[in-house]
């Protein structure tokens, strides 16, 4: 009993021993009084710990006003519960236009709690606007900035008010953001809530996030005198997301490309409150250079959200000296389910450029619909615009609409309207080497096809269901269109099975 009780003591004193050196930012005379600006004090405590080899920079209850500060290696910022670290309403504070700061440092951390409060309104023209306020000059933006850091973590804080970007890894290594709700204006311009950019090795997990931008933004651009950086290696999961912008998006700087990126059991909704819905639920833009190979998207579930899925390959070619079109290949998005969505989903590369191996399963999407007038095909490239879902204006189809696209498949793929729409629920132009299996799709009696495939060859359909009243249930046009496989499908419903026009063979269509 006495060598037993002896060893716990020896492992409570290890771990106390252990335990990291707590430096209360209030014994480096700040105060939580909602006035003081404690700049000075709380980098006071900061250096303190760093030049003791870490410990724990601590927040206390109260509202502790700063301007930037730097955290250090092997320091951790712990705002306590009750404890609100809040911007300064004055620029002048801001040298570095962060509010927390931390360049080249390893093993710092955000966490405690308690509140980070960028101030924003303080920024911002907040006269009645259309659409978001804008800033009247400088703001500090990205409030919270991790620059060239290796193991790095964000966990278990409340950040809100962002004048700007809120949360910004930089060229990081080993990231972790976990538990962080974040609270921004719907109306803040700017105001994304996580921006992982040319980073590596990244983690969010169970976050929640509302503001007036895109909420999680994977980048890696091109900067003057930098080699691009792709962002690769990041898993997003377990959040709950809304947004007047996108939810989650790869892009659109895109230089230094993605590589194996995991996005799952996510949440998408808009607010009652908002003016607008989110653009997108799951937006993949490509529009300036770079690779993106393997994307890997599950199990999210959407409310109201304008595109559940927009995937676009483009040449915007920003900070390129000559323009070119990057690659989009290897893209798996499966259970899904939307409902409210307004524009049509989309799939679209360019004229030579096909975005390629994109494979969608498991998807129900329900749409708003309401079209009553067919679209024709006649659809503008807008080859270097900025993407978003509604670039394209309205679309030929309701549910899916693919152009300029290689080695598609879609496997279980439900698609409905709330009111009755007029257009095809899928349109295929210029698309290859393509399964569709499984399809089940709402149409209008006597109007549109089930299917409008257009120029598009090697397209396989299988085990597809049409509903009763179904008009024409595929119809294939253009010259170059041929090699159409229909195997297995359930078409009593549908009062033709298929027709060919506008230059397509007569056998284009196999049955």
């Known amino acids: 009993m006495l060598i037993k009780s002896a060893v716990v003591i020896g492992l409570a004193m290890a771990a106390w021993a252990a335990s990291p050196v707590e430096y209360n930012v209030a014994s480096f005379g700040a105060l939580g009084d909602g006035h003081t ?62 509010l927390i700061l931390a360049n080249g440092v390893r093993n710092a951390a955000i966490d405690g709690g308690g509140v980070i409060d960028g101030n924003g309104e303080a920024f911002w023209d907040m006269t009645p606007a259309e659409r978001y306020y804008r800033p009247h000059g400088k703001r500090p933006s990205p409030l919270i900035e991790f620059a060239d850091c290796r193991d790095v973590r964000i966990e278990n804080v409340i950040v809100q008010n962002a004048p700007g970007w809120t949360i910004h890894p930089l060229r990081c290594d080993g990231v972790r953001i976990r538990g962080v709700a974040i609270y921004n204006h719907q109306r803040g311009a700017n105001t994304d809530g996580i921006d992982p950019d040319s980073s590596s090795n990244v983690t969010i997990a169970d976050c929640y996030i509302e503001g007036g931008d895109d909420a999680i933004v994977i980048k890696s651009p091109l900067r003057p005198g930098a080699a691009p950086q792709p962002a690769q290696n990041i898993t997003v999961t377990n959040c709950t997301i809304s947004s007047t912008s996108n939810c989650i998006k790869l892009g659109t700087e895109s230089r230094g490309g993605f590589r194996n990126i995991a996005i799952t059991n996510c949440i998408m909704y808009r607010p009652a409150s908002y003016f607008r819905a989110p653009i997108s639920g799951i937006a993949i833009e490509m529009v300036d250079g770079g690779v993106l190979d393997g994307v890997v998207v599950s199990n999210l579930t959407m409310r109201d959200v304008g595109t559940p899925i927009f995937i676009r390959l483009g040449n915007r070619g920003r900070g390129m000296e000559v323009p070119a079109t990057g690659i989009l290949r290897n893209v798996s998005i499966s259970n899904v389910v939307a409902t409210g969505g307004l524009i049509t989903n989309s799939i679209t590369g360019l004229p030579g450029h096909p975005v390629r191996g994109v494979s969608l399963s498991d998807i129900n999407i329900t749409m708003s619909g309401g079209q009553k007038e067919p679209v024709g095909l006649d659809v503008d490239e807008k080859a270097d615009s900025y993407p978003e879902a509604w670039m394209f204006g309205v679309l030929p189809a309701y549910g ?6 290689d080695g598609l498949s879609m496997r279980n793929v439900r698609l409905k309207w709330e009111r009755e729409d007029v257009r095809p629920a899928v349109v295929f132009d210029d698309v290859h080497n393509t399964q569709l299996d499984s399809l089940q799709a709402e149409s209008v009696p006597s109007m549109a096809p089930v299917i409008r495939l257009h120029q598009s060859d090697s397209i396989l359909i299988r085990a597809a269901q049409t509903a009763p009243g179904s008009p024409v249930f595929l119809k294939a046009t253009g010259d170059k269109t041929g090699r159409i496989f229909l195997r297995d499908c359930d078409l009593v419903n549908a009062r033709k099975l298929a027709e060919t026009g506008e230059g397509a063979a007569v056998d284009a269509v196999r049955h």
Do not use: C, W
């Open 400 to 405: 899916f609409y693919a152009r300029h696209v």
């Open 37 to 98: 600006i404690n700049t000075v004090a709380i980098q006071k405590a900061i250096e303190a710990a760093s030049a003791a080899g870490g410990g724990v920079v601590l927040v206390p209850a109260g509202t502790f006003v700063s301007g930037t500060i730097q955290l250090r290696s092997n320091v951790t910022l712990r705002i306590l519960p009750g404890g609100m670290l809040k911007g300064s309403g004055s620029i002048s504070d801001y040298p570095q236009l962060h």
